[in-house]
């Protein structure tokens, strides 16, 4: 285990358990966006003590890859750009700027997404010359 992951898990402040083990697994992710999951090893026969902390927000999954049920689950809601054509003055700023290529531009500069492969990162927004052309 890397310097930097256990610094990330004692900052994450797992309690001691009265110096008994925690056994904690990372898996996935991109650079920071771990899925953690962390087990007390020493559990009682009624069951495992589990914190489940999926940091996906593309496909938070690891609930069905570990066969367990969500408890406190909340709806994350993901920003999706709308164009709004009428103050669209097709500067194509929007396409230049978005790193997973979900917008592209017809001939015209007429901005198209393609709703699959935009992360919702907010970018075509913030590089937008008109304010309003591209709403929630």
């Known amino acids: 285990m890397s310097i930097c992951t256990r610094k990330f898990i004692n900052k994450l402040g797992f309690p001691n358990f009265?110096?008994?083990s925690v056994q904690i697994a990372i898996s996935g992710?991109?650079?920071?966006n771990w899925k953690i999951y962390s087990r007390h090893k020493s559990c009682s026969k009624m069951g495992v003590k589990r914190t489940l902390a999926d940091l996906d927000v593309e496909a938070p999954n690891d609930h069905l890859l570990l066969g367990v049920s969500l408890a406190n689950e909340e709806?994350?809601?993901?920003?999706m750009p709308h164009f709004d054509y009428l103050k669209c003055i097709k500067r194509?700023?929007?396409?230049?700027?978005?790193?997973?290529?979900a917008i592209v531009t017809l001939k015209?500069?007429?901005p198209f997404l393609m709703p699959t492969?935009?992360?919702?990162?907010r970018a075509c927004e913030i590089v937008?010359?008109?304010?309003?052309?591209?709403r929630e």
């Open 18 to 20: 009265g110096g008994e």
């Open 29 to 32: 992710g991109k650079g920071w």
């Open 75 to 79: 709806p994350v809601y993901q920003f």
């Open 92 to 101: 194509r700023k929007c396409a230049k700027v978005c790193e997973e290529h």
């Open 108 to 110: 015209d500069g007429t």
């Open 117 to 121: 492969l935009c992360s919702g990162c």
């Open 128 to 134: 937008c010359p008109v304010p309003g052309a591209i």
